[in-house]
């Protein structure tokens, strides 16, 4: 499979228009995510007020009010005397740890939801996954964004049901589907990804908790897996480069 590939930052920027019936800080604030997401604004890159603001005519406050919303997602960092830049997208190691982390909170929490399932939360699993996107077929984060919503949602629904607001907590400190789908995505890792949410809400509906782990086990294994290639690939050295 090719990498995905980053568009030059010349002449890119112009193409992100606000939704205009939407709330302005909330548009304001996806189109900086959207721009940071695709790789227009490369890591490590200075976020220019100035010229952000100029290109989507608009005020610096809901700017600054979506850069804070960012920071506190990890995706730009402020340092003082420069102003806001991207972060860096996650090292090789830095996704390890973040999957060591997931291996130890995800399938207890699992077990703990099928434990304790009650037919509400069977309920709230089978909306979930009636309400799943089809797996995207495009690499942009704006094709990929259901697909990481209903990532993101779902894992916390889990978290939820195993009911341990520290343990849910210190999983959403980690915005680990942000940062994963900033990574990369693939064409086909939707599809992958899907299957295997619908034999963990399985294994949870069922109340059986060895499944429930196992369930959630193999899919933090296979997502690993799709993910670690990442750093074979020639894209990380040419956003390094
Ligand atoms: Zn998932």
């Known amino acids: 499979m090719r990498s995905r590939e980053r568009a030059p930052v010349s002449g890119q920027r112009g193409r992100v228009s606000l939704p205009r019936r939407q709330n302005l800080a909330e548009g304001v604030y996806e189109a900086l995510k959207e721009l940071i997401m695709d790789g227009i604004f490369p890591q490590g890159s200075r976020v220019n007020l100035d010229e952000v ?8 406050s809901p700017l600054r009010e979506a850069l804070v919303r960012l920071e506190s997602e990890g995706l730009v960092i402020k340092e003082p005397f420069r102003g806001y830049s991207t972060a860096p997208v996650l090292s090789r190691s830095e996704l390890e740890d973040l999957f060591e982390f997931r291996f130890v909170v995800e399938p207890w929490a699992a077990a703990r939801a099928a434990t304790s399932i009650t037919d509400e939360g069977r309920a709230l699993l089978a909306t979930e996954m009636a309400s799943t996107p089809q797996a995207p077929i495009g690499t942009s984060y704006h094709e990929s964004r259901g697909m990481a919503s209903h990532d993101a949602r779902l894992h916390d629904l889990i978290q939820t049901l195993g009911g341990n607001a520290h343990m849910r907590a210190a999983f959403q400190r980690t915005h680990c589907h942000l940062h994963i789908i900033r990574l990369h995505y693939r064409g086909g890792m939707g599809e992958a990804a899907l299957g295997e949410h619908h034999r963990i809400v399985e294994a949870i ?12 086990r193999a899919h933090l294994e296979a997502s690993q897996a799709r993910l670690l290639p990442v750093y074979d690939d020639a894209w990380q050295g040419a956003e390094e480069g």
Do not use: F, N
């Open 53 to 60: 603001a100029r290109e989507l005519q608009v005020s610096q």
């Open 205 to 216: 509906s069922s109340g059986d908790p060895e499944a429930a782990a196992a369930a959630m």
